[in-house]
């Protein structure tokens, strides 16, 4: 995953800074949300390794499933999809259309058909959302612990990874019980392990190294 995430990271950081500089993050972070979900489909996937089916034909493809998913002004699964999202919650009605695709949007998912590259889409949306996120002084980070945090312990958490990151961080929690004791934080592609799981796994690598 660490080797898709660093593939995918310079076709991430030219559709953000595009989408950034032009005032459209909002469309190209929809576009990239709905073609996570399409190139994730074991039929778009055996229809990527087809040598047969040109890579014009494969980048044409995924705008043509988008395009008629959220311009209809029917309610479409994948168009349901991007409704529920927090970028639309509360602004928008299954029967209203939703734009297009626009060219610069083609022009780009070409090029990553070009580079043999439409299967890191769904990387470079996560990375995509990550340069929003800094953009905008917020960060998500994702903390595992063994049992619940505390008000205490979230807070101390939070704290440091602020004066850390020198940004606004938003705290999604999760409970593993097999971590023993102590969490793991995961921002972007990056993990901090402090389980002590993850410590006696480190121990064990020491030992039999």
Excluded at 87 to 115: G, M, R, W, Y
């Amino acid at each position: 995953m660490a080797e898709l995430s660093t593939l995918a990271r310079p076709y991430a950081k030219a559709a953000f800074d595009y989408a950034h500089e032009n005032s459209v993050i909002g469309e190209w972070e929809d576009f990239l949300f709905i073609a996570s979900s399409v190139v994730g489909d074991s039929a778009f996937v055996q229809m990527l390794e087809n040598p047969a089916i040109t890579a014009e034909q494969k980048a044409d493809m995924l705008v043509s499933i988008y395009d008629e998913q959220v311009t209809s002004t029917e309610e479409t699964p994948l168009k349901s999809l991007l409704l529920s999202t927090q970028n639309h919650k509360d602004e928008a009605q299954s029967n209203q259309a939703l734009p297009a695709a626009t060219p610069q949007i083609k022009n780009f998912v070409h090029q990553l058909a070009e580079q043999e590259r439409l299967s890191l889409i769904p990387q470079v949306y996560e990375q995509f959302r990550l340069h929003r996120a800094q953009a905008l002084k917020q960060v998500n980070a994702y903390v595992t612990s063994a049992y619940p945090l505390s008000e205490t312990q979230r807070v101390m958490i939070q704290k440091r990874l602020e004066e850390s990151l020198k940004a606004s961080v938003i705290i999604h929690e999760d409970v593993d019980p097999s971590l023993l004791a102590g969490a793991t934080v995961k921002i972007g592609d990056k993990l901090v392990d402090d389980s002590v799981r993850g410590k006696l796994k480190q121990l064990k690598t020491q030992l039999t190294a």
